[in-house]
């Protein structure tokens, strides 16, 4: 068994556990280790501060929880069961949806792809 540990994770795995890692720096408001996630070529063009600025007015995230990854040799698809609280005129309310996401492969690390 300890042979098994020592084994490097699936692309799936590790881009479950990436998505996962993205999605609380989120929750928590860290926007810098959220865009660290982003593929490089994103970074180059778009500062953290602008990047940062794409979640203002966006409901509360209450979970968020990653439900399956397929992957190609140097792209995934993996899908987010987002549930976020919204205000309405009968008072708070939990909704749910599931989000698709792309993360692409670069230099043996997975970057989620952000579009411009």
């Not at 556990?17 to 408001?29: G, Y």
């Amino acid at each position: 068994t300890g042979c098994a540990a020592l084994q490097p994770a699936s692309p799936e795995e590790a881009v479950t556990k990436r998505a996962d890692q993205r999605w609380k720096a989120l929750m928590a408001a860290d926007w810098a280790k959220a865009y660290s996630f982003l593929t490089p070529a994103f970074r180059s063009t778009m500062p953290v501060d602008r990047y940062r600025e794409r979640f203002v007015g966006v409901p509360r995230w209450t979970n968020v929880t990653v439900k399956s990854a397929k992957c190609e040799p140097e792209k995934c698809t993996v899908v987010v069961r987002i549930e976020a609280e919204y205000g309405a005129r009968s008072g708070i309310q939990t909704l749910g949806t599931d989000v698709p996401e792309t993360w692409l492969q670069e230099d043996g690390t997975w970057y989620k792809y952000e579009a411009m």
